[in-house]
T-cell receptor, first 113, second 117 residues
C-alpha cells in the first residue's frame, strides 16, 4: 500500500450522469494530482493542487471539475462525460509540488456508456 | 513542453535473463527521471529514479543509466524473475527555477515486460 486510496475502484456511468471520484492520502503530503491513463497512451497530467490551491490545469475539458477541500482529500467531479473519457483515473501525492517522488493510488476504472 | 518516447512497447525475456527498456526525452531542462512499475489492478509504483547530476544508479537487480548529452535514459533489470512481469513507465520532469507550476511528470507510453518461465 502506498498510503493513497481511491474510491470507487470501478465506475460505470451514462453520459448524462453526474458522479465524483475520491482520493485520500495518509502521508501528510501537501501536493495532490489527477492523472488520466488510457490504453496505449502515456499517463496524462490533468490537475495539480498545492496546499489546496490549484496550480495547474492541463487544458482539461470543463466536464471534469476538481475539488481539494484540504491537503488530504481530492475529488474529481464528472458530468456529461463522453465515451472517450473512459480510462483509469489515477490520483497521486507528493510532499510538495517540487518534490519529485509521487505516490500513486490504485486508480478508478471509469467506463462511460 | 516535454516529450518522452519509450521502447519497446512489449518485451519478453526468459527468466534469469536481463531486460533493458529505453527512453528518450526532448527537453534538455529536464533533470529528474523516475521509473514506475505498474502491476495489474494497481497504480504505478516508483522503483528507482535518477537525477541529472548522476550518470548511473543501482539498487540490487535494478539499475538506471542517464546520458544527458544524448537525452536518453535506460532501465536495466538483471536476473529477471516472474514477479518482474508488469508494465514499466519512464518519466521526466523539469524543475522550474521560479518554483511555480508545471510540476507534474511527463510519462512514456509504457513497456509491457513479460518474464517467460
Amino acid at each position: 500500500e502506498t498510503g493513497v486510496t481511491q474510491t470507487p475502484r470501478h465506475l460505470v456511468m451514462g453520459m448524462t450522469n453526474k458522479k465524483s471520484l475520491k482520493c485520500e492520502q495518509h502521508l501528510g503530503h501537501n501536493a495532490m494530482y489527477w492523472y488520466k491513463q488510457s490504453a496505449k497512451k502515456p499517463l496524462e497530467l490533468m490537475f495539480v493542487y498545492n496546499f489546496k490551491e490549484q496550480t495547474e490545469n492541463n487544458s482539461v475539458p470543463s466536464r471534469f471539475s476538481p475539488e481539494c477541500p484540504n491537503s488530504s482529500h481530492l475529488f474529481l467531479h464528472l458530468h456529461t462525460l463522453q465515451p472517450e473519457d473512459s480510462a483509469l483515473y489515477l490520483c497521486a501525492s507528493s510532499q510538495d509540488p517540487h518534490q519529485e517522488t509521487q505516490y500513486f493510488g490504485p486508480g478508478t476504472r471509469l467506463l462511460v456508456l | 513542453g516535454e516529450n518522452v518516447e519509450q521502447h519497446p512497447s512489449t518485451l519478453s525475456v526468459q527468466e534469469g535473463d536481463s531486460a533493458v527498456i529505453k527512453c528518450t526525452y526532448s527537453d534538455s531542462a529536464s533533470n529528474y527521471f523516475p521509473w514506475y512499475k505498474q502491476e495489474l489492478g494497481k497504480g504505478p509504483q516508483l522503483i528507482i529514479d535518477i537525477r541529472s547530476n548522476v550518470g548511473e544508479k543501482k539498487d540490487q537487480r535494478i539499475a538506471v543509466t542517464l546520458n544527458k548529452t544524448a537525452k536518453h535514459f535506460s532501465l536495466h533489470i538483471t536476473e529477471t524473475q516472474p514477479e518482474d512481469s508488469a508494465v514499466y513507465f519512464c518519466a521526466a520532469r523539469e524543475r522550474e527555477a521560479s518554483g511555480g507550476g508545471a510540476d507534474g511528470l511527463t510519462f512514456g507510453k509504457g513497456t509491457h515486460l513479460i518474464i517467460q518461465p
